[in-house]
């Protein structure tokens, strides 16, 4: 894979341009895109910036982030060729740091559950997960060394644990959703997909201006790490059972204080709350597509917003209460711990391109709105990467990440 | 004005069609905008409905909200003869009630502080007040029942205030923003405009599909109010100031216990965050239209974006947190009282069409993010209107137009 920091370096010491860095993003897209199908438009025309943090980083976008200079589809046939009159935040914000936007990446239609075309770099017959399936898989494949995404349910950190890449999902609203297509306003997140926790980390404080983002020295920082089951949420599958199992084993070999965490009861109502919400929102969200557009809608989302119309306000009021609550009991539930460690998906990526795999271990977290870290770093027995997940208190991403990269250090001394 | 119950109301006995109660508000448009500039597009075309409550109800649409068979402008060169792709949200939800949208009304550049062309009704050498400038003209010079608008600091009840219509600005996100040109996601609130709080009563309950919020029996209910100076704010002008003493001596004597309430102290200093919460989140809002537009920006905008781009994280976080326990300490500070009564705006309209007036009254209730509802009444000796403001805690939106009724119906009786 393509490391942000490693490019920043030799940028920083003359030893590559940004240009010849831009380049090589656009080749390694000529030579693998054709198998994975990670993007859905590259500009090679688009213009390279000489400076900031990020000059000479290759971004893919997923699609249903607004660009002004490149098409935006929605991963939907509604929005065949539709070119947005302004960038998004998120998008704007990257040319100001530096990078360099090469492309759009595949999502699935709306950022829903129908498929995109992507394959999972690893193995070409199993899902790279979604919905931000083309901003994972790229990474993953060695074309850009950073990419976007956005979760609603667990579209960042589930693609991420399937294709083997470092993810963040951070806090509510630290990177604004102006110019994203929403699915649901009190979920959608936006959120980022490098090589390495590391990689992750100097991206998101250069793209947001937040230094204390910055990979920083943690040398002697020993955390107190809380490992949640979610049982609300079922069994994970061997292959996550067995990730979890040996990041666990390799943060205690490193000194860290590690315990079993219990999570509050409230967390598993929340966990049950997040489709009302979503749902809810999703059929205001999508009113215009649905009322007028709806022959053109793929299955899964068509079912989903016929099924949800009736949810009336009184079950989403409640839905939006438990949330609240558990919000609350969640921050207090932390105690002593610096963060909680649990699974990033229920295994590895499914063998099929006709699913993208269960966003179950990722919902919970996603309406908390804190921040979800995935480690790669385990690969089960078929060659397919595992990851494990970082949670913090909302806010603490600085913490979120060195926590993170405590464990992606910890997992690379037990290999 | 035209009232949204009334129309509802004939349609209901059959003595009007919704084809008859819109080519009403059509012709009213035609003979009285050549003069009050409420409206930047009108569709002539526009399909009516025959079902839902809302059918039959004419409504003016802010140009900062999408509109997929009508240019959005945002009041911007920059945007001239912008066509979106989809309808807001809001505008979707509204033809799903019944209403038509007939056109698109003035706003602000951006929502910002450039004045747009429109006038006083009441006087047209007087702002009508802005943001939401056309959509409180229009309703109030009786070109439409309904009209929505947003709020980022004082645009729904400010305008309201001036023009001489009730309005409300509900809990943030009771009316879901996604499609509206973002100024900053933590304050932008949609509201609507109509001729009474009952007329914005029966609307919000129909556009929400909300019962609850639907205009009740209050015979015998009788709200204890706090009435509220807002000593942060500054004085009122003599104006405002007779119109809350006003509206004090009409509850008293409709039977309603009415004290003096104090904020809590933090309320203070969430009124001067308001402003760094704002500008942070416009800088990154607006920043390709900043990045690659500059020049066409009109100058308030222009200075307000140049000004506040070294604003940094940390100044953010720390407005934030202000923010968030300023919402706690106002939600207990409420203590036995039903709603507070306050200034709506710092007198009547100004006499300019250069400045949209100050929103120094109702910059710290959107920051909080609870309803406010203006009701107007009370006339200066230039006969200028001017309102007072209803304001509850969060969620407590039926509340707030209960009480929003109750002093109505006083300040009608004391006339």
Redesign the interface.
């Known amino acids: 894979m393509l490391s942000v920091i490693d490019i920043a370096r030799r940028i920083d010491q003359g030893a590559l341009s940004p240009h010849d860095a831009i380049r090589r993003s656009f080749d390694a897209i000529a030579s693998r895109d054709g198998d994975v199908n990670a993007f859905v438009h590259v500009d090679r025309g688009v213009a390279v910036r000489e400076s900031g943090p990020l000059r000479g980083i290759a971004v893919g976008i997923k699609d249903i982030i607004d660009t002004?200079d490149m098409p935006t589809e929605m991963g939907a046939a509604i929005?065949a060729g539709?070119r947005?009159?302004?960038?998004a935040?998120v998008?704007?914000?990257l040319?100001?740091a530096g990078a360099t936007s090469v492309g759009k990446t595949a999502t699935t239609s709306f950022a829903y559950l129908d498929p995109a075309a992507t394959r999972n770099p690893h193995n070409l017959n199993h899902t790279p997960g979604g919905s931000s399936s083309g901003s994972a898989a790229a990474v993953a494949a060695g074309m850009v060394p950073l990419s976007v995404g956005t979760q609603t349910g667990g579209s960042v950190i589930r693609p991420a644990s399937y294709c083997g890449v470092a993810a963040i999902k951070p806090s509510f609203?630290l990177i604004?959703?102006?110019?994203v297509k929403?699915f649901s306003?009190t979920l959608d997140t936006l959120g980022l997909f490098a090589a390495s926790v590391s990689d992750v980390a100097f991206a998101l404080a250069a793209l947001?201006?937040?230094s204390d983002l910055r990979p920083g020295d943690d040398a002697g920082t020993v955390p107190r790490i809380g490992v949640v089951m979610q049982d609300f949420a079922g069994e994970p599958e061997p292959d996550s059972a067995a990730a979890l199992e040996t990041a666990v084993r390799a943060i205690e070999k490193a000194g860290a204080s590690v315990r079993a965490a219990r999570l509050p009861a409230i967390l598993g109502e929340a966990f049950a709350a997040h489709a009302t919400v979503q749902d809810y929102?999703a059929v205001?969200?999508l009113?215009?597509?649905y009322?007028?557009h709806r022959d053109a809608l793929p299955p899964l989302i068509a079912r989903l917003l016929e099924a949800a119309q009736p949810l009336?306000?009184e079950a989403y009021?409640a839905a939006r209460s438990t949330a609240h609550r558990a919000r609350g009991a969640l921050h207090e539930g932390f105690g002593d711990f610096d963060a909680y460690l649990t699974f990033s998906s229920p295994g590895a990526a499914p063998e099929t391109l006709a699913s993208t795999g269960d966003s179950r271990f990722n919902r919970l977290w996603t309406l908390m709105g804190v921040p979800c870290v995935n480690i790669p770093g385990f690969t089960n027995a078929s060659g397919l990467p595992v990851g494990v997940q970082v949670v913090t208190r909302f806010?603490q991403d600085a913490r979120a990440l060195s926590v993170a990269r405590f464990v992606e250090a910890a997992l690379a001394r037990a290999r």
């Open positions: 002004a929005y539709w947005p009159k302004a960038d935040s998008v704007a914000m040319r100001r609203r604004p959703t102006v110019g929403c306003w947001t201006d937040r929102e205001r969200a009113s215009w597509e009322d007028r009336g306000a009021d806010g």
